[in-house]
């Protein structure tokens, strides 16, 4: 079977493509998820793709994503306020790539701390949408580096 990267959306992700366009882009969560279900899959790698409002169920997320190659998570703004979500991060043994659309650290300074960036294996953000392929990327650089 394909080995599968998880790639996780908190609150406010589903309005990719409406809200904020000047920050986030013009493409909408369902054309990210299909640029990179065709992109992993010429890599090999099979995609379980999500997005969730709730805190809870992000961490629910996280923890079904235990045992997989690797997680992509854009936790949104729980990414500034969330020891629950950063807690589940540290629960799994999956590596975990931060990621954002945005420049965090160019925009308000309540946005520049993240829960997650210390147990995360590393941090993606300012790219846009290619945030969300530099990240599978690196997830995909980090299985065949420990698969060798
Ligand atoms: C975001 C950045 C967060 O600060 C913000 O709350 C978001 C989106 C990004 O992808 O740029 O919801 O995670």
Known sequence: MAPLLHVLNGPNLNRLGVREPRIYGGASLADIEAMLAARLKERGFGLVFRQTNHE????SFIHEADGAAGMALNAGAFTHTSIAVAD?????????????????FARESFRHHSYIAP?????????GAHSYWLAAEALIHF?????A
Do not use: D, K, M, Q
């Open 119 to 127: 147990v995360a294996r590393g941090v993606i953000c300012g790219f």
């Open 88 to 104: 589940a991060v540290r629960s799994v043994a999956t590596p975990v790539v931060e990621l954002h659309l945005s420049n965090v």
């Open 56 to 59: 809870g169920e992000l961490v």
């Open 143 to 147: 299985y065949e580096a420990e698969e």
